[in-house]
């Protein structure tokens, strides 16, 4: 009985009884089918509903944008010109630590952004500043099934992470800043946190809770196609590659961003180092300094005149980085300013003690 049947699948041409059913569909069935295929492809391709979240979204801002009222900045000072370049990267919103959550962590950008813009209006005695870079460096999100155990350590599942939370606080953060500077160019790259699933689950690798993030931040700010916001078009711009990495480049000087994932050994060390000199000639573009996050460790240093800037975290009482890292700091986030004639003049941490015992950060707005 089992032998004879093989014959007969044999026998079927699939593809041949397929096109006769297509051709028997009436235009409905048509319509209906290859919007199936479509939704199958964006399931199966785009990975796992991060797309259809983000087709949802857009849809919805299609009809109604969030309200944003977008400052004008006073002034922009006086002197040479001044680019200050703000990272942002490791918020990991939606985790819980003793002393983290999403509150917290959306209280630690807004201290963030009102700090940075009280250092641009205190430089502008001295300099001319229009434009910021804000680089989101990945690991916006904490994400929920990075480690067997993670459901139990965050506060909001990954699609409240991804479509509100910090799309919210990172809008916040920048219509703050557009009070102090004209202009805003976002620089994005991906973090592994923000992966859907195990990194061995197969999915898409430009498939990405990050990504969802910055193109919510995008729409938010801009708008959809259908529904644009006029003022603010102009002034912020975005670059979100699909590559690991990022460019940008501050009057002479090129900076390469990555998540740091991709990070092998001690930061710093002979492997690091290898990896960095590979990337001068593996990376298309020539570029001058490296910046990173993924460490949760604020550190600098030089490798043969091209600096590399490790940036920190908003979070505190992380097990991990205390257990495995041996470090445990004050949150803090890096902000940089450039100026022609030397490119980098000045690198500084900003720290964010907002929900710390005698924190700042309660009168920010
Ligand atoms: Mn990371």
């Not at 007969?8 to 919007?35: G, M, N, Y």
Request: charged share 25%.
């Amino acid at each position: 009985m089992a032998s004879s049947e093989p014959e007969e699948i044999d026998d079927f041409d699939v593809q041949q009884w397929a096109s006769a059913q297509h051709r028997d569909d009436t235009e409905e069935i048509r319509v209906l089918k290859k919007e199936n295929a479509s939704l199958r492809q964006r399931l199966t391709v785009a990975g796992r509903g991060a797309s259809i979240v983000l087709g949802a979204v857009q849809e919805a801002f299609d009809e109604d944008l969030p309200r944003i009222s977008v400052p004008k900045p006073k002034k922009h000072g006086k002197g040479d010109e001044e680019v200050p370049v703000l990272h942002i990267s490791d918020t990991q919103m939606g985790k819980i630590t003793e002393t983290y959550d999403t509150a917290i962590g959306i209280g630690r950008l807004k201290e963030l952004a009102s700090k940075t813009a009280k250092i641009i209006e205190l430089r502008k005695s001295m300099a001319t500043i229009k434009e910021l870079r804000l680089y989101l460096g990945g690991d916006m999100v904490e994400g929920e099934v990075i480690f067997p155990h993670q459901p139990h350590l965050i506060d909001t599942s990954v699609i409240k992470q991804s479509v509100r939370d910090v799309p919210y606080a990172i809008t916040e953060v920048i219509v703050s800043l557009l009070s102090v500077v004209e202009k805003i160019h976002v620089v994005c790259v991906a973090g592994n946190h923000g992966r859907p699933a195990s990194k061995h689950s197969g999915s898409h690798p430009e498939t990405n809770w990050d990504t969802v993030c910055y193109e919510i931040v995008r729409m938010m700010v801009h708008g959809t196609e259908v529904n644009q916001r006029a003022d603010t078009l102009e002034r912020v711009t975005f670059n979100i590659p699909p590559s690991f990495y990022a460019l940008d480049t501050v009057f002479n000087t090129t900076n390469l961003m990555i998540h740091g994932h991709q990070i092998r050994g001690m930061i710093g060390g002979p492997a690091f180092a290898r990896q960095m000199m590979g990337w001068r000639d593996s990376i298309r573009e020539p570029w001058d300094n490296l910046y990173f996050g993924h460490f949760h460790v604020y550190k600098q240093g030089d490798l043969n005149g091209r600096w590399w800037f490790c940036n920190g975290t908003t979070e505190s009482d992380n097990d991990y980085a205390l257990e495995r890292l041996s470090s445990s700091t004050t949150p803090r986030q890096r902000l940089q300013f450039f100026n022609a004639k030397h490119g980098m003049i000045a690198d500084m941490p900003i720290f964010l003690t907002y929900g710390l015992a005698g924190g700042d950060g309660e009168q920010a707005a």
